[in-house]
Structures are given as structure tokens and as C-alpha cells.
């Protein structure tokens, strides 16, 4: 699978720009602030139908321009298919494959995967559990429509059950109702957890593999997925926690509330890792990324390369760099500051590339 072209229009701060693709490396140079990562950010757009920075989708407008557009054409296999993202201020999004309206966005999730490896990633391990519930929410969702769903469909049942908590007036037929959602609450819940589990299980020897090989075996690292269904079913937890859900007026335990943690040599890496550690960590968890989707797509994602050759050292940019020249990647966009380096190292390992010189939103070259 390769990303042929895209063409941008009023997105962020780019006016007009289109790009013609090669299938190896792209790469987007120039100096800070001038567009290059809003290019990356596009092609996420038509992966995952949203940006990858913002999740406020007018915000992703021009100033002072009225809308958006991001189309490009995708190559797999013996087909060619068309994708369209377009926002106008005030209405919904609109997004479409072979000019077709789809008639929920989360339909398209899994058809266009790309991996993005880019300095924010930390927030992975800074950020609260949310953050990472939404990377294992969002890797399971890119091969399994069912999943996507059930989560769907749980999260709505939460913000169901949490409106009837906080209005709740102790009659007979508010708790009916209660009981009603509570029951689909606990089938979904069981759903979601198995699936969670399995997916940590096949994925953390993956994560591990890569790990070892960027750091030379120096620590030892895990993923353990902290649930409270580990310990008791969901039909447990709502009858635990009914007075405290009462008062806090929100469902206070459940697969909502999961969370990923990072550990290093048996310490939370947020606490006990190196920054060069934690950003091994993350490399190590976005390349596991890139194999997992390889063997259940059974094709390579596209590969995002955001600034990470002035914000990583040379071993672990080398350690990429190897991947690209040994072709274990497939097709994959770059951006950097430096307008020789990267050219310059692709061309040593006589990687076909298109360079574009990116200045205040346009291309320069």
C-alpha cells in the first residue's frame, strides 16, 4: 500500500499545495513553523478521519478562510481508490472513498493504516490513563470493526447511566432504567476486557523484541494492561460501587477506567526511566505498532517521521534509518529541519525519495 498524491486546501496553514508521491521515502524540509508536520497531520487525517494533534476539527481550518480539504489516492495491491476529507465552519465533516459518502466515520477506520512516530508521542507516558486506553482503543480498531462498536456503544452507555446518577431521584422507574443499562453495560464490558487482554498478550513479545534490539538488551521492560476486571466482573463493580457512583454522579470503575502501564526493570518507567529511556520505550511501542498492523493487515502501514532526527540521538535515529534502507518499512514520510541531511543519508543507501522544501505552507522546489 502506498499513498500516491495529496492535495490540501485552507488546511492549517497551507493555502493550496499538491504533492506527487514516491513509494519509498518523501521527505519534508525547511525550518521550524513552516508547514511540514501539517502534511503528516493530513495524511493522518485520511487514515483516522481526524488530526492527530487536535482533536477540534475547526480548529484544523485556515484563519480566516471558511473550510478545508484533504483528497489523495491510495494505491494497494491492483487497486487505486480515492479519499476525500472536507469540513465546512458550522457543518459536519464530510469524508468519502471513491467520491462515496461514508455514513459513519468509524466505518473507514483500518482501510488507509499509517503509524506516526513523533516528539508528542511522551505524552504517552506524561499523560493520564485516557491517553493510552486511546492507542490500544485505536490499534485493535484498525482490524476489528466489532470492537470499535462494542467500545462505541460502551461509552455511550456510561454517559447513559452517569446523566440517570446525577438526576437521580430514588424512584422505582429510574432505577428500572438503571438496571436496563447496567445489563448491557456489563455485556459490553466483558467484550472490550477480553479483548484488551488478548491484544496485550500478543503484542507485548513484539513491543519487547523491539525494545531490546534499539537498547542492546539493557533493561528489562513490560506492558501491563491494570483493569479492575481483572479482579472482579463488571456486575461486581456497579453493585461495589453504587452508593460512591451516587455521590460522585458518574461510574467511578469499568473498562473506561483501564490503563496501559509502562514499566522498567519492574518501576514505572514515568518515574524510574531516563528520558533516552522513555524515548526507546515509545520507538520500541510505535515500530511493535507498525509489525502488529503488518501481520493482521497482511500489508505495511504507511510510516510518519515527525522531527525525530533533531529530537533523538544517532543510535536510535540509525536504528530507523536501517529499517528504511533494509526496505522493512514500507513506504514512509520524513520531515527535518536540515534540507541536506536526510537527502544526503538516502542517498548513501540509494533509497528512491522526493524531496519538498515547505515555507510558510507552500512548496518552494
Sequence with gaps: MHLKNISLLNFKNITEANFDFSERVNCF???NGQGKTNVLDAIHHLSYTKSYFNSIDSQNIKFETPFYVIQGEVSQEDDVFSLYCGLKKGDKKIFKKNKKNYSRLADHIGLFPVVMITPYDINLVLDGSETRRKFIDALISQFNKNYLNELIQYNKLIQQRNSILKGMKGSSSINDLLDIYEIQIVEKSKIIFEKRN?????FS?????YYQ???AGKED???IYSSSLHDHSMEELLKINYDKDRMLTYTSAG???DDLQFMINGFPIKKFGSQG????????????KFEYITIKKGFKPILLLDDIFDKLDNDRVGYILKLIEKGDVGQTFITDTDVNKVPEILNTFNVNFNK???ENGEIKN
Excluded at 513479545?205 to 523484541?209: L, M, Q, R, Y
Design 198 to 202: 488478548s491484544f496485550i498478550k500478543e
Design 29 to 31: 524540509l525547511g525550518n
Design 213 to 215: 534490539d534499539i537498547s
Design 255 to 257: 473498562v473506561h477506567r
Design 356 to 358: 519538498f522544501i515547505i
Design 277 to 288: 529511556q522513555q524515548k526507546t520505550f515509545l520507538i520500541a511501542l510505535k515500530l511493535a
Design 205 to 209: 513479545p513484539i513491543f519487547n523484541k
Design 221 to 223: 521492560v513490560d506492558l
